[in-house]
T-cell receptor, first 116, second 113 residues
Framework: KNQVEQSPQSLIILEGKNCTLQ??????????LRWYKQDTGRGPVSLTI?????NTKSNGRYTATLDADTKQSSLHITASQLSDSASYIC???????????????FGTGTRLTIIP | DTGVSQDPRHKITKRGQNVTFRCDPI?????LYWYRQTLGQGPEFLTY????????KSRLLSDRFSAERPKGSFSTLEIQRTEQGDSAMYLC???????????FGPGTRLLVL
């Protein structure tokens, strides 16, 4: 069964500090891995998307890494801001032999709270 | 605003009633997805459209659920005879092609009393 596990479940850090969120997956056959940010009561917003051949990708203060051998990914947030408070969801896509659909497996997310 | 829009944003209904949600994807995105998200969980896939064709439905989509995308543009998700367990956020996403980023709408939060 395809699974995506994230840790920690929740995290509280001071404004300005850095943090790293973890994602482990067992999804096969792997296609790509995405990190989404979801504010409370809103839809997820894409941060990064990485394919098998990419091991790091940045989007401003967000840097995602991917180790396809160990099936692990991390999302590093630098110089956190109050607006970074949100849930961060790791999503892994599996290739589908059927026409069209790719199968996404979502993690349960890490709830990040930035305090002033 | 050219993002994915959903209507209504919130819906409160009594058990046994029917509800219908609408999703307007980003213009020219031919792929449209419906997800359900309960509190503290990640989104769960419900169904997927390629243009007007519904290509896949999750086992989560019981007979009480039906989705349509008649002209390959907007989509509707109907829940008949709602149950309290249907209370969740219903998210719609669209993408231009396979493996491209899915852009999510703001969601419709359903509460079944």
């Amino acid at each position: 069964k395809n699974q995506v596990e994230q840790s920690p479940q929740s995290l509280i850090i001071l404004e300005g500090k850095n943090c790293t969120l973890q994602c482990n997956y067992t999804v096969s056959p792997f296609s790509n891995l995405r990190w989404y940010k979801q504010d409370t009561g809103r839809g997820p917003v894409s941060l990064t998307i990485m394919t098998f051949s990419e091991n790091t990708k940045s989007n401003g203060r967000y840097t995602a890494t991917l180790d396809a051998d160990t099936k692990q990914s991390s999302l590093h947030i630098t110089a956190s801001q109050l607006s970074d408070s949100a849930s961060y969801i790791c999503v892994v896509s599996a290739s589908s032999p059927d026409f069209g659909n790719e199968k996404l497996t979502f993690g349960t997310g890490t709830r990040l709270t930035i305090i002033p | 605003d050219t993002g994915v829009s959903q209507d209504p944003r919130h819906k409160i209904t009594k058990r046994g009633q029917n509800v219908t949600f609408r999703c307007d994807p980003i213009s020219e995105h031919n792929r449209l997805y419906w997800y359900r998200q309960t509190l503290g969980q990640g989104p769960e896939f419900l169904t997927y459209f390629q243009n007007e064709a519904q290509l896949e439905k999750s086992r989560l989509l019981s007979d009480r659920f039906s989705a349509e995308r008649p002209k390959g543009s907007f989509s509707t998700l109907e829940i008949q005879r709602t149950e309290q367990g249907d209370s969740a956020m219903y998210l719609c996403a669209s993408s231009p092609q396979r493996q491209e980023t899915q852009y999510f709408g703001p969601g419709t939060r359903l509460l079944v009393l």
